[in-house]
């Protein structure tokens, strides 16, 4: 069982960055996947960037080389550093942990979900 609580969400200028962090409860931290997500109203809940348990990553197109997964194991926290914000990057953003043996990169894979964090990007 694993809780999962997002923070560093704002409204933030086209241009700007934001730093989510995602503080997971539980001692076998290192061993989950981990998963940023993002829903804006009207859309589909859609992938933004993954990491394995062992550092690899994964990113959604419209988000790379400006957006930036990373985990700190000894934390039990997972961070998303969002720079070069737009305006389609306005989202509530999820962060998701699962112990599949693979990388997860759908939704539906993950079993474990925070409450959300709201990113608003004002052009």
């Known amino acids: 069982q694993v809780q999962l609580v997002e923070s560093g969400g704002g409204l933030v200028q086209a241009g700007g960055s934001l730093r989510l962090s995602c503080a997971a409860s539980?001692?076998?931290?290192?061993?989950?996947?981990m998963g940023w997500f993002r829903q804006a109203p009207g859309k589909e809940r859609e992938l933004v960037a993954a990491?394995?348990?062992?550092?690899?990553?994964n990113y959604a197109d419209s988000v790379k080389g400006r957006f930036t997964i990373s985990r700190d194991n000894a934390k039990n926290t997972v961070y998303l550093q969002m720079n070069s914000l737009k305006s389609e990057d306005t989202a509530v953003y999820y962060c998701?942990?699962?112990?599949?043996?693979?990388?997860?990169?759908?939704?539906?894979?993950?079993?474990?979900w925070g409450q959300g964090t709201q990113v608003t990007v004002s052009s």
């Open positions: 998701a942990a699962d112990d599949l043996w693979y990388l997860p990169t759908k939704a539906e894979e993950y079993d474990y």
């Open positions: 539980g001692r076998t931290f290192s061993r989950y996947h």
């Open positions: 990491i394995s348990s062992g550092g690899s990553t």
